[in-house]
């Protein structure tokens, strides 16, 4: 039982990670695209 629980967590804390780093990328991807549309309507003023 101990042996299957320590197994469950250390499979929860991978996918948390994972699922962490999937949010972060996503989080900056989407930063990148508004700051680059911000960019170049600057530009686009300029």
Do not use: G, H, P
């Not at 780093?21 to 600057?42: G, H, P, V, W």
Request: aromatic content about 18%; overall charge positive.
């Amino acid at each position: 039982m101990s042996c299957f629980f320590r197994f469950f967590s250390k499979t929860s804390f991978r996918i948390s990670i994972i699922l962490v780093f999937t949010f972060i990328s996503r989080a900056c991807l989407m930063m990148n695209l508004i700051f680059d549309k911000c960019l170049s309507e600057q530009l686009l003023v300029m």
